[in-house]
T-cell receptor, first 114, second 114 residues
Framework: NAGVTQTPKFRVLKTGQSMTLLCAQD?????MYWYRQDPGMGLRLIHY???????AKGEVPDGYNVSRLKKQNFLLGLESAAPSQTSVYFC?????????????FGEGSRLTVL | GDSVTQMEGPVTLSEEAFLTINCTYT??????LFWYVQYPGEGLQLLLK?????DKGSNKGFEATYRKETTSFHLEKGSVQVSDSAVYFC?????????????FGSGTRLQVQP
């Protein structure tokens, strides 16, 4: 009963380093999302995908790239990390045949950029 | 653009007290409204939702009514428990954009003391 799984759960980077966060869902959902959560700002949408092979920008896409090569996976990449990218990142999915509006979230990945 | 405004926290209550967390929204179209809950160290979980005006969502003793005239979706519970301590997020959908994404408020932390 995995649902949405994110790896890694914690990571510390130095400024300028790169990394990739992996999100995997086993619910056969079409839609997937990456949000970042910062104190006092709620969750903000970084990028999203409406199906395998598609990606699109959300509200705060700068400094991030994504890929959706397989339906079950959605990768978030940081090519050159900056301290402003210190945050908790959440992956979510949506996509039953009925659009109930509900998003299913992973447990989050805490990233610190020094 | 669409936005959600929540009352700032933290909200500190004694066990069995009455809870209200205010949420107002700005949106074009006819969004669905949601309350999500985040327990410490976990991802967000759907608490309740309402899909049209005057609908009442309810779950685990929590309730919220979709008020179109006041653009509000306040969360209430008659008697809180220590186990209700968490961060609560109000959110709205974005029908018509094709994204099926949610726009979140900044979150309200609830602390319930025994």
């Amino acid at each position: 009963n995995a649902g949405v799984t994110q790896t890694p759960k914690f990571r510390v980077l130095k400024t300028g380093q790169s990394m990739t966060l992996l999100c995997a869902q086993d619910m056969n959902h079409e839609y997937m999302y990456w949000y970042r959560q910062d104190p006092g700002m709620g969750l903000r949408l970084i990028h999203y995908s409406v199906g395998e092979g598609t990606t699109a920008k959300g509200e705060v896409p700068d400094g991030y790239n994504v890929s959706r090569l397989k339906k079950q996976n959605f990768l978030l990449g940081l090519e050159s990390a900056a301290p402003s990218q210190t945050s908790v990142y959440f992956c979510a999915s949506n996509g039953g045949r009925e659009n109930t509006g509900e998003l299913f979230f992973g447990e989050g990945s805490r990233l610190t950029v020094l | 653009g669409d936005s959600v405004t929540q009352m700032e926290g933290p909200v500190t209550l004694s066990e069995e007290a009455f809870l209200t967390i205010n949420c107002t929204y700005t949106a074009t179209g006819y969004p669905s409204l949601f309350w999500y809950v985040q327990y410490p160290g976990e991802g967000l979980q759907l608490l309740l939702k309402a899909t049209k005006a005057d609908d009442k969502g309810s779950n685990k003793g929590f309730e919220a009514t979709y008020r179109k005239e006041t653009t509000s979706f306040h969360l209430e519970k008659g008697s809180v428990q220590v186990s209700d301590s968490a961060v609560y997020f109000c959110a709205l959908s974005d029908p018509g954009t094709g994204r099926r994404a949610l726009t979140f408020g900044s979150g309200t932390r609830l602390q319930v003391q025994p």
